[in-house]
């Protein structure tokens, strides 16, 4: 008896030969007819030496192959390996790795059916979902720049939205909100530098600082030398002498001036 291939031969032979005769029979002819024709089996099952042997079922592969005397035997996948359908494989496929080091990790394990099926990590955005196991690819999400806030955080499949603060308030571009500019005049400060959206105002006690303390000594001092200057001049005009002494209490300075007159 025939087993179906050697059918499916002896049937493209006698085609050929009849071909033959009406055109120029070349061997390219032959091969492509040849695989046009190609022995077949039920979708359910597997070729293998002209034989159709049933497929194993998913989360198994084939031990050993049928033959007529004997049935197929499967032998289930190991960890780490898995098959999704009936199949024909010697071998079962790798389970995919989520690879933690990319901003992937694992959204569901391995099984003997089914890959494993990756998904971005927090701070990550998939890039290339076009993979049927979750996402393949990931990127990090974008920062938003200071002067904006986060309008809507990103997660693993949109990106992180930013928009600009409005006047009177700043960030940084790690919060999700602005906030508004300490107010340097209502806690009874000086402001320093005015806020912008990237920064808040800066403001300082109200209490005079190294240079503008220095700066107001100095000018008092130029005072006091003026009036001193003005003694000696109503010295020579009055023949009174002015006693000058002056000393500092704190941040004021005392002037005082005695009058003797001859
Ligand atoms: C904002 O976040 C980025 C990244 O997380 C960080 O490098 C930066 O120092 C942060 N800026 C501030 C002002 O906290
Ligand atoms: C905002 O102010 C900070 C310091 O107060 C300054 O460094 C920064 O350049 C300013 N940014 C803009 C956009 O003016």
Redesign the pocket.
Known sequence: MLTSGQFDLLCLHLLLSSVAEDFHYSGQVIVSVFRADSFTCHPAEYEVDNECCPMCPAGTRVGVDCTELRSISCLPCMEGTFTEKPNGLKKCFSCTPCDQGSGLTVRKSCSATSDTVCEPLEGFLCVDSSDRNGCAAVRKHHSCEP?QYIHQKGWSSSDTQCSPCSDGTFSDGNSTTCQQHTQCEELGLLQT?AG?T??DA?CEEENLSGTVKAVSVGLVLVVLLILSVGGVVMFIKRKTIFKVSFGFCGNIIVYMMKEHVY
């Open positions: 002067g530098t912008n990237s920064a800066q």
